[in-house]
């Protein structure tokens, strides 16, 4: 069973902070890359900061110096710390790989729920 858990999302004021968690169970979590996507209102999901095992990291343009990707390879989990918050930051954000999961059973890709995260101006 694949399962991703996403959580600490909520609602901040612009210029707050949220730190987002994620934890993948079965054969989800990659030795290779992982990330954090977000989907706002009406827009393609988009991914916003990944990691590789040995900790290399990448960042969209728009969260780079405020966004902290990172993770723990034997919680299997991934972290994204979120500072400065802007209310353009607003969506749901969602783990997975980078890129994202496929198999046989989930040709289209396996997401879990996501968690809100809201900023208010």
């Known amino acids: 069973q694949v399962q991703l858990v996403e959580s600490g999302g909520g609602l901040v004021q612009a210029g707050g902070s949220l730190r987002l968690s994620c934890t993948a169970s079965?054969?989800?979590?990659?030795?290779?890359?992982m990330g954090w996507y977000r989907q706002a209102s009406g827009k393609q999901r988009e991914l916003v900061a990944s990691?590789?095992?040995?900790?290399?990291?990448n960042y969209a343009d728009s969260v780079k110096g405020r966004f902290t990707i990172s993770r723990d390879n034997a919680k299997k989990s991934v972290y994204l710390q979120m500072n400065s918050l802007k209310p353009e930051d607003t969506a749901v954000y969602y783990c997975?790989?980078?890129?994202?999961?496929?198999?046989?059973?989930?040709?289209?890709?396996?997401w879990g729920q996501g968690t809100q995260v809201t900023v208010s101006a």
């Open positions: 990691i590789t095992s040995g900790g290399n990291t």
């Open positions: 079965g054969s989800i979590f990659s030795i290779n890359a």
């Open positions: 997975n790989r980078d890129p994202p999961y496929t198999s046989s059973k989930y040709r289209e890709g396996y």
